[in-house]
């Protein structure tokens, strides 16, 4: 068996994962912690990669939240985060930890977490290496005039995702369709991105839209105090808050990580955001 402690290591989760290591992780924590967790391909993005979400708790679980990173191409971090996460919940389950008051064999035998690490593959290959000659004229030339792909929010044919979920189903954005589908299919009673992108918020905070759903305020409000950050609520045109409250008349949320993207980063994000991840399944 692995040593546990190989696969919690932080470096490991402080830089950008490949989509390989990614699955390469899944696969050694399911030989580390068997039937600890199950992992669907809910669908394929544009260039054809599959997109995983991993769902922790028991089977039949009838409620549960959701947490999605990795929107935008350039967003390593929110993946890093929610992958750690995994590896943590993992951990402490097995070890029947308490954490935040929470009894961990408790969170896995009454809720689910659905968790999908990286909605957009193809962005966060092409933020790293480029296009690739196939891709690299028409249309993703004239997205990136310059030739530096290092901020690419898009994904693989140039739509932006996080400000697709509110259109109709599109050729363009099939890892949109794929996410929508899977939660009319597993129905969580709250959905929170993770969002690191400097352009939209520079610093720590958390967001919710207009539409007033039932404690959605309330629950914003405590999201807030554990991560010590301000609380606003905005309009998010496009954005999978606004589209999960819309449709489900449920709480959306949107937390921003901040512009730091290094190591230091990580490491800050992560502690700002494991009390949010572990305590939020149980406020539903």
């Not at 708790?57 to 992958?83: A, C, E, F, H």
């Not at 730091?260 to 949010?276: K, T, V």
Request: proline share 7%.
């Amino acid at each position: 068996m692995a040593d546990t402690r190989t696969q919690t290591k932080e470096p490991l989760y402080s830089r950008p994962l490949e989509q390989m290591q990614m699955t390469e992780i899944l696969q050694t924590l399911w030989e580390t912690y068997p039937r600890t967790f199950t992992v669907h391909t809910i669908g394929t993005s544009i260039q054809g990669e599959t997109i995983p979400a991993v769902v922790l708790g028991s089977p039949g679980n009838s409620r549960g939240v959701v947490y999605v990173g990795g929107i935008d191409g350039s967003d390593w971090l929110s993946t890093s985060i929610l992958m750690r996460f995994i590896s943590d919940y993992c951990r402490f389950l097995k070890d029947g930890r308490r954490l935040y008051s929470i009894s961990l064999p408790y969170l896995y035998a009454n809720r689910a977490v659905y968790v999908i690490p990286r909605l957009n593959p193809d962005g966060a290959v092409i933020c790293r290496r480029g296009p690739g000659i196939r891709l690299a004229g028409g249309r993703m030339a004239r997205l990136c005039p310059d030739g530096d792909y290092n901020a690419w929010c898009a994904n693989g044919c140039g739509a932006v995702l996080r400000d697709a979920f509110t259109e109709e189903n599109s050729s363009e954005t099939p890892e949109v369709s794929a996410l929508k589908q899977y939660l009319q299919v597993c129905t969580p009673s709250l959905c929170l991105t993770l969002d690191s992108d400097p352009m939209h918020c520079p610093s720590p905070m958390l967001t919710t839209v207009q539409k007033q759903v039932p404690r959605g305020k309330t629950v914003g409000r405590l999201l807030s105090r554990m991560a010590s950050c301000p609380f606003t609520i905005e309009d998010m045109p496009g954005s999978l808050s606004e589209w999960y409250a819309d449709t489900f008349g449920k709480p959306g949320f949107s937390f921003a990580l901040g512009e730091d993207r290094s190591e230091n980063g990580f490491f800050h994000s992560y502690a700002s955001l494991r009390e949010i991840l572990f305590s939020s399944p149980l406020l539903i």
